[in-house]
């Protein structure tokens, strides 16, 4: 495992971190037992940063992590959660500093401490970025010591750049894969100009970059693979990150070739966004050990060659881009 600090918070994280959404809930069942055979694995395997949010099973997530925490206590765990998504409506108007604390009260009481390591603001609307009110309200918090540091998870590239106007904001959580590249222009550019915490979400394209998935695969009910492939529950770019199953497929298809012997795609996928230097963790989610230890493998592999970041460019270029490029 490679470890690196996550920008101006200088919080230690292992460069491979652990996305905990399908441990919660929406993609399936996972029992409890194999909720936390997993996230043991992780630490097992060298991960110390794990993604959470006070929506993911209405709490369970962040109560599973909890549990984590008080199981490995020579461990030095850090958790990432984030709030908004309880607001009901979901709009601009309910992201006030009141609601924000209200939410952290009780991620505090999930997450079993007295000080959250870093909350992230949950892809709020992009109004909510103009409010420099929220963001005093969060600076606020950070005095009284309720929470450590506070970021930003976003759905669109123009919605960082905003957000990291912000002083305040020290990290920004994004979608970046094979899939979704855009981020590694401008934004990653401004990032590192700022010393900001890049936090790298939905790497396997939900699964999808694992070459594991042909035209005949289906999901539960209760998996967004079903129930928001458009878009129908929330924003399309968190499922597939918003490329059409049948073109992912397709892309898929093509990177086979470049998947080396004895090693997966969701390696060579994890291994591509760690050749990205603004890049601070990758947040894989997982429902067992061995995803989990296949996963990590991926910061053991070599860098890329020239040749092969300009393949996946160009897969990129055919399959995704037309896509994707100009939405998020
Ligand atoms: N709005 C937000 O802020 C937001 C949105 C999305 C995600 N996130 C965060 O980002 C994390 C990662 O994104 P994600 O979980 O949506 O997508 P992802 O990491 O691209 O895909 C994760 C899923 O892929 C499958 N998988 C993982 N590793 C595998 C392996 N080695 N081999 C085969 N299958 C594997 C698992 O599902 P199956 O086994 O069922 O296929 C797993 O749940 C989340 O857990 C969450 O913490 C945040």
Redesign the pocket.
């Known amino acids: 495992m490679e470890y690196g600090t996550l920008g101006k918070t200088e919080l230690p994280v292992s460069r491979i971190g652990?996305?905990?959404?399908?441990?919660g809930a929406d993609?399936?069942q996972v029992t409890e037992a194999d909720a936390m055979a997993t996230l043991h694995a992780a630490v097992d395997d060298g991960v110390t940063f794990?993604?959470?949010?006070d929506v993911?099973g209405d709490g369970r997530?962040e109560r599973l992590l909890a549990q984590l925490c008080r199981e490995r206590p020579s461990v030095d765990i850090k958790v990432a959660t984030?709030v908004g998504?309880r607001l009901s409506p979901h709009v601009a108007s309910g992201y006030t500093a009141k609601n924000m604390e209200s939410f952290v009260d009780r991620s505090l009481l999930n997450l079993g401490t007295e000080t959250l390591d870093l909350v992230?603001l949950?892809?709020p609307p992009t109004d909510v970025y103009y409010d420099a009110a929220l963001f005093a309200g969060l600076d606020d918090m950070v005095q009284r010591g309720k929470i450590r540091h506070y970021g930003v998870?976003?759905?669109r590239v123009e919605e960082a750049l905003k957000a990291i106007e912000y002083p305040g904001v020290e990290t920004v959580?994004i979608?970046f894969?094979i899939l979704r590249q855009r981020p590694a222009e401008l934004f990653f550019r401004e990032a590192v100009k700022r010393d900001i915490g890049v936090?790298v979400?939905?790497?396997?394209?939900?699964?999808?970059?694992?070459g594991?998935?042909t035209a005949a695969t289906t999901?539960s009910a209760d998996?967004?693979?079903t129930y928001n492939r458009h878009g129908e529950a929330?924003?399309v770019g968190?499922?597939f990150?918003g490329i059409d199953f049948a073109t992912g497929l397709a892309a898929v298809e093509e990177l086979r070739a470049l998947v080396r012997p004895g090693t997966?795609m969701?390696?060579l996928a994890l291994r591509w966004i760690l050749m990205f230097d603004a890049v601070s963790t990758v947040?894989?989610?997982?429902?067992?050990p061995?995803?989990?230890?296949?996963?990590v493998l991926a910061a053991d592999l070599r860098a890329l060659k020239a040749k092969e970041m300009a393949a996946i460019g160009d897969i990129y270029d055919r399959f995704a881009r037309p896509q994707v490029h100009h939405r998020w």
């Open positions: 652990f996305g905990a959404w399908a441990i993609w399936g794990f993604d959470t949010a993911y997530s984030k998504r992230q949950h892809c998870s976003v759905e959580q979608v894969n936090i979400r939905v790497p396997l394209a939900s699964g999808l970059l694992t594991k998935m999901f998996d967004h693979r929330f924003d968190e499922t990150a997966t969701a390696q947040i894989p989610g997982g429902k067992n061995a995803q989990v230890a296949d996963n």
